[in-house]
């Protein structure tokens, strides 16, 4: 039989996991002002005036935004969606330590690094544990 978690907090958590992913919108479609304004928050200075460099924001951020849409639609049937929901779990605990090392890699501030990490880590771990912690017992046909 298979432990299905309490779907209340399943809900709750990739509804949040959804909305957060919001605030790429405005690089989906003013890629350019969202690179110059972040490169200046973070001390950067003025980006490379680059096409590759707004094509990967735009298009990193376009597909950010549609795994935001999945997840939210995960939420609507968090017992069909089950194994997705576990394979986002476990994507999110995974991306927690690729994104330290993406980020230790060019140079992002310490609070980036950990609002990175700490957010997938805890939204990949909150979710595995409000769905059952992944744990299930295999039917076998008798």
Not at 85 to 114: C, E, H, K, N, Q
């Given at each position: ?20 992913s919001l605030p ?63 394979f986002a779990a ?8 690729v994104y330290w ?42």
């Amino acid at each position: 039989m298979m432990k299905q978690g309490d779907p209340r907090w399943q809900k709750l958590i990739l509804r949040l996991m959804a909305v957060v992913s919001l605030p790429v919108l405005p690089a989906v479609f003013a890629p350019h002002f969202t690179v110059e304004k972040l490169s200046w928050m973070l001390g950067f200075g003025q980006p490379p005036e680059v096409p590759l460099l707004f094509f990967v924001t735009a298009g990193g951020s376009f597909v950010y935004l549609i795994l935001g849409g999945l997840l939210w639609m995960f939420s609507c049937d968090v017992v069909r969606y089950r194994p997705l929901i576990l394979f986002a779990a476990w994507a999110s605990l995974l991306a927690g330590p690729v994104y330290w090392w993406i980020d230790t890699r060019t140079g992002m501030p310490l609070w980036w690094v950990l609002m990175d990490v700490l957010s997938c880590v805890i939204a990949g771990g909150a979710l595995l544990w409000a769905s059952g912690r992944g744990d299930s017992v295999v039917h076998t046909q008798r």
